[in-house]
């Protein structure tokens, strides 16, 4: 039986789940209204270094951000990642990628391989 990462927009929080059994779940942020998260079927396409606004890691996805072409003169690929703003967890802060508090992030990193199917509704 295979990991699956839901993302609940309504209630700002990231559930690593297996079959029925919830391995994690977390606060997240989620887009701002201006730069809304997309909702969709994803998965984990890389785990990049993370750094400077994106915490300790970057989970990138398949998916891209209905609002912006480009982010820091990079594609607006969704991802979820750190953030060096703990104080916007659990709250829609960011420009659409799903943030968690390092640790977390950090935890799900190793818990979930590339092809991991990421549900945000």
Known sequence: MHE???VSLERHELELVRGNEFLMRVPAAIGRPTSP???GRYYVTDHLAGGGPYGAAIIALNGYSETFSQINGGDARLAIHG???AGSIGF???LGCVRLADDALLQLTGLV???TPVVIS
């Open 4 to 6: 699956e990462v839901r």
């Open 37 to 39: 998260t997309p909702p």
């Open 83 to 85: 953030t060096n703003d």
């Open 92 to 94: 829609a802060a960011s």
């Open 113 to 115: 391989p590339i092809g």
